[in-house]
Nanobody
Framework: QVQLVESGGGLVQAGGSLRLSCAASGSIFSINAMGWYRQAPGKQRELVADITSVGITKYADTVKGRFTISRDNAKNTVYLQMNSLKPEDTAVYYC?????????WGQGTQVTVSS
């Protein structure tokens, strides 16, 4: 059974930084993309950033220049470095891994940015 375990969320003041981590436990083979999504209250879940198996990245326009996604394939782990955080970044953040056959989601971690 594969599980994705997220960590690193919390409460931070505007302008601050947080680093999210998401590690896969269990047997997971040939992970393709790893990504981060977020969902704010009353809004749909949206893509924040993702990274392919060869390191190609994509970011939402709202986080470009502030967030950086990276991955450690040996550890089956993806990271999201979030700098210059804004109150509108407040949301539950979910990691997502895709393999050839399956899509896996983490349980979510709360990020709250106070003004």
């Amino acid at each position: 059974q594969v599980q994705l375990v997220e960590s690193g969320g919390g409460l931070v003041q505007a302008g601050g930084s947080l680093r999210l981590s998401c590690a896969a436990s269990g047997s997971i083979f040939s992970i393709n993309a790893m990504g981060w999504y977020r969902q704010a209250p009353g809004k749909q879940r949206e893509l924040v950033a993702d990274i392919t198996s060869v390191g190609i990245t994509k970011y939402a326009d709202t986080v470009k220049g502030r967030f950086t996604i990276s991955r450690d394939n040996a550890k089956n782990t993806v990271y999201l470095q979030m700098n210059s955080l804004k109150p509108e970044d407040t949301a539950v953040y979910y990691c997502r891994f895709t393999s050839r056959l399956y899509v896996y989601w983490g349980q979510g971690t709360q990020v709250t940015v106070s003004s």
